[in-house]
């Protein structure tokens, strides 16, 4: 079983091919922090410094319609993130927690033993 980690960046070429070359507007993350400062240029490395979970969708560049890709982009990785968190956090508890078994004991098997008794007439 292979568990992801959930805090890993999804730093695709589709990012780099959307955003490379392009003038920042500011990219701010929810927190108000500034993640990339206004009329900085997206590079690769930019790109990849940058925590998609938490960064801001809006306003990136000043063209709307890239705007539009950015924010479409995010939301998709950002409902894929939450799926992954879940699932994530699941497998983690189950393997935490277990069943409702003690401590050391893997599997419950029930035997039932019947004992073989001679039949006599009367």
Same mark, same amino acid.
């Given at each position: 079983m292979r568990i992801l980690n959930p805090s890993t960046k999804p730093y695709s070429p589709n990012w780099r091919k959307l955003l490379e070359g392009q003038v920042s507007a500011g990219v701010t993350n929810h927190y108000g922090e500034i993640v990339l400062g206004k009329n900085a240029k997206f590079s690769a490395k930019a790109i990849k410094s940058i925590d998609f979970a938490t960064v801001n969708p809006l306003n990136?560049?000043? %063209?709307?319609?890239?705007?539009?890709?950015?924010?479409? /982009?995010l939301h998709n990785y950002n409902i894929?993130?939450?799926?992954? #968190?879940?699932?994530?956090?699941? %497998?983690?508890?189950?393997?935490?927690?277990?069943?409702? /078994?003690?401590?050391?004991?893997?599997?419950?098997?029930?035997?039932? #033993?019947?004992s073989k008794r001679k039949l006599k007439v009367g």
């Amino acid at each position: 079983m292979r568990i992801l980690n959930p805090s890993t960046k999804p730093y695709s070429p589709n990012w780099r091919k959307l955003l490379e070359g392009q003038v920042s507007a500011g990219v701010t993350n929810h927190y108000g922090e500034i993640v990339l400062g206004k009329n900085a240029k997206f590079s690769a490395k930019a790109i990849k410094s940058i925590d998609f979970a938490t960064v801001n969708p809006l306003n990136w560049t000043a %063209e709307e319609k890239m705007n539009d890709l950015v924010n479409q /982009l995010l939301h998709n990785y950002n409902i894929r993130y939450n799926e992954e #968190l879940g699932r994530y956090k699941r %497998e983690k508890f189950n393997i935490t927690i277990g069943d409702e /078994l003690p401590n050391g004991v893997l599997k419950l098997a029930k035997v039932y #033993l019947a004992s073989k008794r001679k039949l006599k007439v009367g």
